[in-house]
């Protein structure tokens, strides 16, 4: 989907100023709005910006001061990763 928001000329060449990359920069705030109501996750956030991983995401969100939810889905998704760390770790040997 694509979205086209009309902002007057005036503002859009002040922000734009400070932000460089005013649609990039719009993208993040929706994000982090998203973040925030709990509409979007963590990996989603990756995906919708093209992040390449989700260390980006938080900083980007510890930059916005949006405290992190960490609840039983991301757990199990650590717990999962950690494991399949261990495996092929334990193939290594």
Do not use: C, N
């Not at 928001?5 to 932000?19: L, M, N, S, T």
């Amino acid at each position: 989907m694509q979205v086209t928001i009309d902002i007057p000329d005036a503002i859009a060449q002040q922000v734009q100023g400070r932000w460089h990359d005013l649609p990039q920069k719009v993208l993040e705030i929706f994000a982090i709005e998203a973040y925030q109501a709990e509409v979007l996750t963590r990996g989603q956030i990756q995906q919708l910006l093209g992040l390449s991983s989700l260390y980006e995401v938080d900083g980007l969100l510890k930059h916005a001061g949006v405290y992190l939810t960490y609840d039983e889905s991301d757990f199990e998704q650590d717990l999962e990763t950690m494991q399949q760390l261990q495996r092929s770790d334990s193939t290594l040997d």
